[in-house]
């Protein structure tokens, strides 16, 4: 064997050593959600000093248990009282019901009898001071006994904030808002307007949200700034000054606003219980409450480096998503309900799994860690039966499954020669046959990583021989993959009968030349055997492949008429990233290298707006430079901690600045962080609208191969605290 003399991680600390993301503690949000059990009105939700959350229904108090709103039982008192709205006053809970405002704290010694008809809302301000308003106008109390009110036609009030700085109380109608200024108890209409809905203050400012978006007045004057609707949806049910952040609940989710001018943006199913947000407040512990018509979310804050990110993962990687040693996502028979997970095959288990086991080999040689190697000899042990179970030298199967739990060709009346699930002769396991060009990238990319990091010489001599098998079975068949009725499977083709047929804009041409080289010139890097390179330079001198490959990625476009040419592949993406480490580090010559190097950056180029740390991080891999590493490391802290398929929509937003339709199926100018969008494969990047209805849960590989690969390169950090 020839020695090896190309190791990734030295060539990449040349390369990258003035590149990394210092990994410090970042806040990461997730989500605990809480249905309500009954089909009633939700009204507010508070939570108090102790880290109690209660929740007003038309049926009284509520609060979170086991990921379902119950009745709150603690204060017997209260649940025979109508409690009409309730709030807060120095982190404690205080009431307005029919007959009163009372609070539990303070020895329960806080209590005014108000004796007001049809009172609708409160506030309590310093000094336990009161302003009550109904329907017909405004009650002020001082130490328990009325002081002044004010009777207002047609007031119906919506919000009552107490503002000390400017000592006044502001009070919002769904026409008007009103000052009522303190000590002198002066009332005026200060602003008049329609379709108000809500307020809060910030700074000098007074945030009215309506129906049709934002309006900011000028705390002073109340001039109005023009209305704003960029915003992720305009129909604004409540506005909140959490901390200083101002957050804006809507029909169609909840959204905060950032100290850039953008929002982050919380809707579906993997944020709320439904997206019809009814009331956001404060909540215990860093997190932030929001009630929907449906039930309570509480979106926590919590500090956590990218590292603590890969270590939870991890484990859910382990718990729930390993099969036979491949990777596997977990189909859910209920939505959300991990309890009811079942594996499933999928049509590329084996370049699934040859991308966790990349990301285990990436884990160990940053850390040494034996249960790193340990999983990367299951998952390689999962991969390596992929060629032994077809039967056919150096074939791999897609994937595997006992027989009668496959996810196809369950019909029992079909006729075996019509089934690509092929029976083994124990008849025992079946094996899907239809492998592809993608299938065998993912085995070269990882059994060549797996040749250079692993230590132990019976595993990487073990690697090394898939490797070569499978390089023979394509050379044998004429550049094609042979299934076992003797005919090349549908897109395990690299003959340049197929690969020249396609004009130079079709991606297909470039990329499986790109492809068939850079097996060769692996299975040439370690076996040291001179038919590989004599086979790639057939392809080279003989039939263009140095042309295919070399041709910058701008050539790709839109072909009239021809197949795989409708638009931009991102698949093809997939497969050209996992290839280019050894397209160009094991290039046979150092201007061949070159040659690759830039042909890859081009291809790098047009992909770097989509921020993919994964692609960054394998481009660094083959020797890039400059490989946006703050935009990856977004991209990290961006990634869900839920990994459940919701269905997710983008579609209504107007806050995002739409392009006109194109090649790459790009819709807006940016790419929206990832915990706004579907879970999807790394093939997916502008995939914006979708989801699967909660009915499966993606394997955590997505984020554990891009954060390790970046660890390897030294792009990320070791964790600081």
Known sequence: MKKLLLIFGILLSITLSAQTYTDKPYLQDYADKYECQSNIQLMQVRSDRNGVINVLSE????QPWDQKLVKELLYRPLTDMN????????????????????????????????????????????NFTTLIASKDGLALFQKGEKVWDESIDSFNPIKLIFDLSGKRFLILTSNALYQLQCPEKKISKVYEGSNLTSMAITDDKIILGTSDGILTLDGKSFEADKINQKLPWTEITVVENVDGA???????????????????????????VDDEVVDIAKGPDNSVLILTNKGLSKINFVEMTLADKAEYFQKIQRLRHIRYGFTSYLALEKPGDLSTGVYKDTDNDGLWTSMYLAGELFRYAVTKSEDAKQNAFEAFEAMERLTEISGIPGFPARTYERDG??????D???????????????????????????????????????AEIIPDKEWRERAIHQIKIEMEHIIEHDWYLVTWNGKPTQWGRWNPDYVNQFPIN????????????????????????????????????????????????????????????????????EMYFLTIPAFVNYSFTEEQKQK?????????????????????????????????????????????????????????????????PNFRNQEYTEVLPRDERPMHLHNNAYRNNGGEGGRREYPPYLYLLPYWAGRYVDAISA???
């Open 405 to 410: 739990y496959q996810t196809s060709d369950t």
């Open 506 to 573: 079709v991606g297909d041409r470039r990329l499986n030349s790109t492809l068939i080289l850079a097996f060769l010139q692996t299975a040439y890097h370690f076996t040291g055997d001179e038919l590989y390179k004599e086979k790639a330079y057939e392809l080279i001198n003989e039939y263009g492949y140095d042309d295919n490959v070399n041709r910058p990625a701008s050539v790709i476009g839109y072909v009239e008429g021809q197949p795989l040419s409708d638009g931009w592949n991102h698949s093809d993406d």
């Open 596 to 660: 690759h190097l830039e042909a890859a950056k081009s291809h790098w180029e047009i992909e770097r707006s989509e921020k993919n740390p994964l692609w960054n991080y394998l481009f660094a891999l083959s020797g890039g430079k400059d490989i946006d590493i703050e935009e990856s490391a977004w991209w990290l802290r961006e990634f869900p901690m839920d990994l459940v398929a919701w269905n997710v929509s983008n579609k209504h937003r107007k806050d995002l600045t739409k392009v006109k």
């Open 83 to 126: 409690i009409i709205v309730f709030d807060r006053y120095e982190n404690q809970f205080v009431y307005l019901t029919d007959k009163a405002v009372l609070s539990n704290a303070w020895a329960g010694k806080f209590y005014i009898e108000h004796g007001i008809e049809n009172p609708k809302q409160f506030v309590v301000a310093h």
């Open 412 to 450: 029992p009346n079909m006729p075996e020669d019509k089934k690509i699930w092929r029976l083994t002769e124990d008849k025992r396991w079946r094996w899907k046959s239809t492998t592809s060009s993608d299938e065998s990238c993912g085995h070269f990319f990882v059994y060549a990583l797996f």
């Open 246 to 272: 101002l957050w804006f609940g809507s029909t169609k989710g909840a959204f905060k606003l950032r100290d850039d001018g953008k929002y982050d943006y919380y809707a579906s199913k993997r944020w709320l």
């Open 59 to 62: 049926k009284g108090l509520l």
């Open 719 to 721: 964790p600081t605290k």
